[in-house]
């Protein structure tokens, strides 16, 4: 299959860059593009824009696949906060305030909540509001580690996300519990691992990292009665990174080293099938953090303005 360019280079960056740097009216931090959320489709054609122009970063498509949260910089004062869009007419709507950093905006899985991660208090830790814009951010879980969040699975019951320090290492927490209760390490902390999340029936979590020797895509199983994971398949050959699920869970998408956009067929009927590798086109510079539409046709990034 042929890959359509739609950008002159790509930027290999490692897995444990994908973390919050510096602070808020400073440089602006690793994963930053300064630009406009774009659509693109399977062939890496625009295939529209949402929102204004601004610094944007973190973001996850709403389950439905009607809304997007996304992490933006403050035009004025470039404080990181957590902004709302309706992907049908673009309107744009702020959803924090705090003059800390949020970012890592995640979705419950009815979409009547978002939890992000936010350092207002000095770690990050991880924070909740209603998205009809009612009540006030709450705390959801304190700890001493910095928390990267990026997935809730679908019964709402666990909760993904990767420590901030390097290396970084992916941690499932349960969604409700003792304040004090310990996340569990998905993948041995000896390894980097990084960008987990659920799969959409909540028996996968895919994931990157080095595990097998080098940054790959892989994905364990997961039983949600007992909340564990069990053994790792390695999906991409020749690296991956950044992985998302089809709004069925039939396809897998994630960027390949040289940040090509790569989909892979899955069956998990019985066990887990993959099938081949495809790639589809190369993401714009500087892409770090994307997601898909629910129907797999569409790719949403931010693109850098030219």
């Not at 949260?69 to 959803?95: C, H, M, P, S, Y």
């Not at 066990?271 to 949403?300: I, Q, S």
Request: overall charge positive; glycine content about 12%; hydrophobic content about 40%.
């Amino acid at each position: 299959m042929a890959v359509a360019c739609v950008a002159l280079f790509v930027v290999a960056v490692p897995q444990n860059a994908q973390q919050p740097a510096g602070e808020p009216g400073k440089a602006a931090p690793k994963g930053a593009v300064q630009g406009r959320l774009t659509w693109f489709d399977r062939k890496g054609k625009i295939a529209g824009t949402l929102g204004d122009l601004g610094s944007y970063r973190t973001l996850m498509i709403s389950r439905d696949g009607k809304r997007v949260a996304v992490e933006r910089a403050d035009a004025q004062n470039q404080n990181r906060d957590i902004w709302l869009l309706e992907v049908a007419n673009g309107k744009t709507a702020r959803f924090t305030s705090d003059p800390g950093w949020d970012a890592f905006p995640t979705w419950s899985p009815d979409g009547s909540r978002i939890i992000f991660t936010s350092n207002r208090s000095g770690v990050f830790d991880l924070y909740q509001k209603a998205t009809n814009g009612s009540g006030t951010e709450e705390l959801f879980y304190k700890s001493s580690d910095g928390k990267g969040l990026t997935s809730w699975s679908p019964d709402g019951r666990f909760l993904l996300y990767y420590s901030l320090g390097q290396p970084t290492h992916v941690k499932l927490l349960a969604a409700s519990g003792p304040a004090d209760r310990a996340p569990v390490a998905l993948v041995d902390p000896q390894f980097t691992s990084i960008t987990a999340r659920f799969s959409p029936n909540g028996r996968w979590i895919v994931y990157g990292s080095n595990e097998s020797g080098t940054d790959e895509v892989s994905v364990r199983p997961f039983d949600p009665a007992t909340g564990t994971a069990g053994n790792p398949i390695v999906l991409s050959k020749g690296g991956g990174r950044t992985p998302v699920w089809r709004g069925d869970g039939r396809e897998i998408f994630y960027l390949d080293r040289d940040g090509i956009v790569m989909a892979m067929d899955v069956n998990t009927a019985s066990g887990f099938k993959a099938g081949t590798p495809k790639p589809l086109f190369k993401a714009p510079e500087a892409v770090l953090f994307w997601d898909v539409a629910p129907d797999g046709k569409r790719f949403l990034m931010p693109v850098p303005a030219r």
